[in-house]
């Protein structure tokens, strides 16, 4: 089984999938810019601004169906850049193929843990990150982590149960 973790920048997406896999045999996470960087031969924001928006989440689709198609694996954790979801409407209608867990914090958390030499302000980070658009995306998510507390541990637990809960994981088995 597939699980894409979605999210704002800075939401922890491939904190979670690296500490969610090392703790379930036959688990595996995939960092999608990285996966794509190293396909492509390019950075992923060289990538967004050449492709532009509808092509670049297309292009991030045909990277998450090959690590399916190729991976031999029971469980692909995949953190999927906020960038996919740059054209909403291409992401929804490849999103919906997969399992995906959004992970939402308060936008001013999200923000602080955020690189301001690429931001600015918060208004500006809320309207890159948190537009209407890019929330209806993080909205259709099957499943919804709060991160807002900061516990990473916390935040583990509730993926875990929710994993045993969609039966991606076994409970006796891992």
Same mark, same amino acid.
């Given at each position: +089984?597939?699980?894409?973790?979605?999210?704002?920048?800075? =939401?922890?997406?491939?904190?979670?999938?690296?500490?969610?896999a090392g703790q379930i045999s036959g688990a595996k996470h995939f960092d999608l810019d990285e996966v794509m960087a190293d396909a #492509?031969?390019?950075?992923? +924001?060289?990538?967004?601004?050449?492709?532009?928006?509808?092509?670049? =989440?297309? *292009?991030?689709?045909?990277?998450?169906?090959?690590?399916?198609?190729?991976?031999?694996? !029971? *469980?692909?954790?995949?953190?999927?850049? $906020?960038?996919?979801?740059?054209?909403?409407?291409? %992401?929804?209608?490849?999103?919906?193929?997969?399992?995906?867990? $959004?992970? +939402? %914090?308060?936008? #001013?958390?999200?923000? @602080?843990?955020? !690189?301001?030499? #690429?931001?600015?302000?918060?208004?500006?980070?809320?309207? @890159?990150?948190?537009?209407?658009?890019? +929330?209806?995306?993080?909205? =259709?998510?099957?499943?919804?982590?709060?991160?807002?507390?900061?516990?990473?541990? #916390? =935040?583990?637990?509730?993926?875990?149960?929710?994993?045993? !809960?969609?039966?991606?994981?076994?409970?006796?088995?891992?």
């Amino acid at each position: +089984m597939i699980v894409l973790l979605i999210g704002p920048h800075r =939401s922890g997406k491939t904190t979670l999938a690296k500490a969610i896999a090392g703790q379930i045999s036959g688990a595996k996470h995939f960092d999608l810019d990285e996966v794509m960087a190293d396909a #492509e031969g390019s950075d992923i +924001m060289t990538l967004c601004r050449a492709l532009g928006d509808t092509q670049f =989440s297309l *292009l991030c689709r045909k990277h998450v169906d090959q690590i399916r198609q190729t991976a031999e694996l !029971d *469980l692909g954790l995949i953190a999927v850049g $906020a960038g996919a979801f740059l054209d909403a409407s291409t %992401a929804l209608s490849w999103l919906s193929h997969y399992h995906a867990v $959004a992970l +939402m %914090a308060d936008p #001013e958390q999200l923000y @602080n843990r955020a !690189d301001k030499n #690429e931001f600015g302000t918060f208004d500006h980070y809320v309207t @890159n990150q948190l537009s209407d658009e890019r +929330m209806s995306v993080y909205k =259709s998510a099957c499943f919804t982590v709060n991160v807002s507390s900061g516990n990473q541990q #916390e =935040s583990e637990r509730t993926l875990l149960r929710h994993l045993i !809960d969609i039966k991606a994981v076994d409970v006796n088995g891992g």
